[in-house]
């Protein structure tokens, strides 16, 4: 049964470099309110910064377009986030997860994909050659309970 | 973000401070490379203790230094990796090329 969101946020911005840190650092703000440690925080942060790269880095090569980023967070602590573009598409989705594997210059170690599937629980990636891509992760977030008295 | 340099005999530290995303790591790597082109150090020692956040920009930043400071044979290490920092360069297999 699908459940149902106690809380949601949207953000839309272009896809300009020096939107990588606002992006993490908005989706790290929203995700306070679940209480997680620092390193909880620090993976999905991580994970949004690799998101928001590789819209910028390779849906809107040498071009500025839209990236549209959404969370969720639930009542058994989970929070699940997407970033989608309407850029190029990815040709090889299996092929652009494998680690090391780049399109961006020596620059660029390939690991973007990598470090969403291994700081997040899961990782869903949606795209077609031409449209675009949605990247959807979702992390848990360790529930602690409060003791009183 | 910011880089501040200490040179000891033919090493080369940089203290690199602030955040490495896509965006800050073109300014690190321009002013990294501009001062490693000059001095030609056999190590470049790369600080990471000032870094309060890193994605895998950081990686391409250390593997970009590596292969500058191969192709004249020269060598680079990296320094005060915080432990998040260290588990993504194991995870891109830096550990292997030792400069941890």
């Known amino acids: ?149 | 973000m910011s880089v501040t340099f200490e040179r000891k005999s033919d090493t080369l530290i940089a203290l690199l401070s602030g955040e490495i995303d896509h965006h800050t790591a073109a300014e690190f790597r321009e002013s990294i490379d501009r001062e490693a082109e000059m001095l030609r150090p056999g190590l470049l020692v790369l600080d990471f203790g000032g870094i309060g956040f890193m994605d895998s920009s950081g990686i391409g930043l250390i593997m970009g230094r590596y292969k500058n400071a191969a192709a004249y044979g020269g060598s680079v290490r990296v320094i005060n990796a915080p432990p998040m920092i260290e588990r993504m360069m194991k995870l891109a297999g830096i550990g292997r090329l030792d400069v941890l």
């Open chain 1, 1 to 149: 049964m699908k459940s149902k969101a106690k809380n949601e946020m949207k953000l839309v911005i272009p896809s300009n470099s020096a939107n990588e840190s606002f992006a993490r650092t908005a989706v790290a703000a929203f995700m306070a309110q679940l209480d997680p440690t620092i390193e909880e925080m620090t993976d999905v942060k991580t994970a949004i910064s690799e998101a928001v790269t590789n819209c910028i880095v390779h849906a809107y090569r040498d071009t500025i377009g839209t990236i549209w980023i959404e969370a969720r967070i639930y009542d058994d602590g989970r929070i699940c986030i997407s970033v989608k573009d309407k850029g190029c598409g990815i040709p090889d989705v299996a092929k652009a997860r494998e680690p090391l594997f780049t399109t961006g210059g020596s620059e660029r170690a390939g690991l973007g994909f990598a470090v969403m599937e291994s700081f997040t629980d899961k990782l869903r990636v949606r795209s077609a050659v031409g449209k675009g891509t949605t990247v959807t992760m979702e992390k848990r977030i360790a529930q602690r309970y409060r003791h009183d008295g």
